[in-house]
């Protein structure tokens, strides 16, 4: 009983970075993601990218998708965060090409390790 009680004062000590709820946390997440739609055809336009802004968009959606699971509020808000300063640095042109291009290396096919898919994908 009294270690219930601790987890309790623990729990209700810990305070909010933005969100005080769920339900604050998933409109600042939704805001996020109308923010980056909205600005992907400009990214792409200004960046010249060789990708469209359709895949533009399914790569945001992906990245999104990533964190659904994410429960803790302070989490949350801490991607909200950070989501928010890569939108601005984004739009503002402080990257630079290969930075946008970094998010679709992590999503290519890995390569072959066995000699039957080297052969078949034309590797040595």
């Not at 739609?37 to 060789?50: A, L």
Request: aromatic residues 8%.
């Amino acid at each position: 009983m009294a270690s219930r009680e601790a987890v309790r004062r623990t729990v209700q000590s810990v305070r909010p970075i933005l969100s005080v709820d769920r339900e604050e946390a998933r409109k600042r997440v939704l805001n996020l993601y109308k923010a980056w739609y909205r600005q992907i055809p400009y990214i792409v336009m200004d960046y010249d990218i060789p990708k469209s802004v359709e895949q533009c968009r399914e790569k945001l959606r992906e990245e999104f998708l990533k964190h659904k699971n994410v429960s803790d509020i302070r989490v949350i808000d801490m991607l909200v965060i950070k989501g928010q300063m890569e939108l601005k640095e984004s739009v503002e042109i402080w990257k630079q090409k290969a930075h946008i291009m970094r998010y679709w290396k992590e999503s290519q096919e890995p390569k072959p390790t066995d000699f039957l898919s080297k052969f078949l994908s034309g590797q040595n």
